[in-house]
């Protein structure tokens, strides 16, 4: 055990077959090499929150057991998003002797981790959707809920959505890459109740979304253009949608109306839609609604996204440009300790 650096080289000693997926900004799965390679050091967190990497790890051994075990665990990271190395020591002292004491314990049947500081517990929408991820990709079948969700979406009208689980829209949702589910989605979609709805686009942020369902959401917000909650649903609906152009006309949209003032939706399109922050037009649009809203919500968000290395040359490209509003030299200058008149 004491040989033992890395969750990594745990999972692999005891003799377990493992799956890494992050969990900071939507459900993405990440390769064995690469979640390594973060643990090392070696590479910096490809999608940092909070000055930290979060990781569900799904592990099983099908030789000792047909169970499956789940552990959500935090990394600290350093200003350039790479994992501080006293901080995966203090983890493995904490953790990985504590498991050479719990696991397989009569006590602890679901292998869970001792309560330590580098362990979470996401909301239950991220729960049930990494539930349906994680069977999906062990090729088991989806939960008891997803027959009776699947029915009402066939004929809404006849069953009351209230009865439905979140756990079956989450096990629809896993299902979106083939056509069929797509095709009963578009079909449909307008058709259901608001609060299903919303609870689709929340599971969706966690999927692949073809061109479409993409157009089928925007399209959705556009006949509702001043419902803030339909808007904030359409952004997490499109957090992982392929259809960049379209989305990147839809975001310029949202930035030049009376919407984007809103606090809440400046932190969804950073939280679910970073990656267009490298259209300059996006980017400038974006930071300079940021720096209006005031400039502790500026430092906040900034500071978090800087870390994020897709965009961070675009963020930091932010800090030399030539002509600043009042406002954003404000904030620039709250962001390095300064005082700006």
């Given at each position: 055990m004491s040989n033992i650096d890395t969750i990594s080289e745990f999972l692999l000693h005891a003799g377990t077959d493992y799956r890494i997926y992050d969990m900071a900004r939507g459900i993405?799965?990440?390769?064995?090499?690469?979640?390594?390679?973060?643990?090392?050091?070696?590479?910096?967190?490809?999608?940092?929150r909070q000055q930290h990497a979060w990781f569900g790890i799904l592990f099983f051994n099908k030789q000792a057991s047909k169970e499956q075990y789940i552990w959500f665990v935090k990394l600290p990271l350093d200003e350039k998003g790479l994992v501080i190395p006293a901080g995966r020591q203090q983890f493995l002292q904490i953790v990985v002797e504590a498991l050479g004491q719990y696991l397989e314990n009569e006590n602890n049947p679901n292998n869970q981790l001792p309560e330590n500081p580098f362990t979470f517990v996401p909301n239950q929408n991220q729960l049930a959707d990494f539930n349906s991820i994680c069977r999906t990709s062990l090729e088991l079948p989806p939960s008891a809920h997803f027959e009776q969700f699947k029915?009402?979406?066939?004929?809404?009208?006849?069953?009351?959505?209230k009865n439905l689980a979140i756990q079956g829209v989450a096990d629809f949702c896993a299902t979106i890459s083939t056509s069929d589910s797509t095709e009963l989605l578009i079909n449909t979609f307008n058709d259901l109740a608001p609060e299903i709805q919303n609870a689709l686009c929340s599971s969706l942020e966690n999927h692949e979304v073809n061109s479409k369902l993409c157009m089928q959401l925007i399209d959705w917000q556009q006949?509702?253009?001043n419902d803030l909650q339909r808007l904030a649903a359409t952004l997490r609906g499109l957090c992982q949608g392929v259809d960049k152009p379209a989305i990147t006309s839809f975001l310029h949209q949202v930035l030049t109306s009376s919407q984007s003032e809103k606090l809440d939706i400046l932190i969804l399109i950073a939280a679910r839609h970073w990656s267009y922050l490298?259209?300059?037009?996006?980017?400038?649009?974006f930071i300079q609604r940021l720096a209006d809203s005031g400039s502790d919500t500026f430092v906040s968000l900034y500071s978090d996204?800087?870390?994020i290395p897709e965009i961070r040359v675009s963020m930091l490209?932010?800090?030399?440009?030539?002509?600043?509003?009042p406002q954003l030299t404000q904030a620039i200058g709250l962001l390095f300790g300064q005082e700006s008149a």
């Open positions: 993405r799965p990440v390769s064995s090499q690469t979640f390594l390679d973060i643990e090392n050091g070696l590479v910096p967190a490809p999608l940092p029915n009402y979406l066939e004929q809404p009208k006849e069953h009351d959505w006949e509702k253009t490298n259209d300059q037009s996006i980017l400038k649009m996204l800087v870390q490209s932010i800090l030399r440009w030539p002509d600043k509003s």
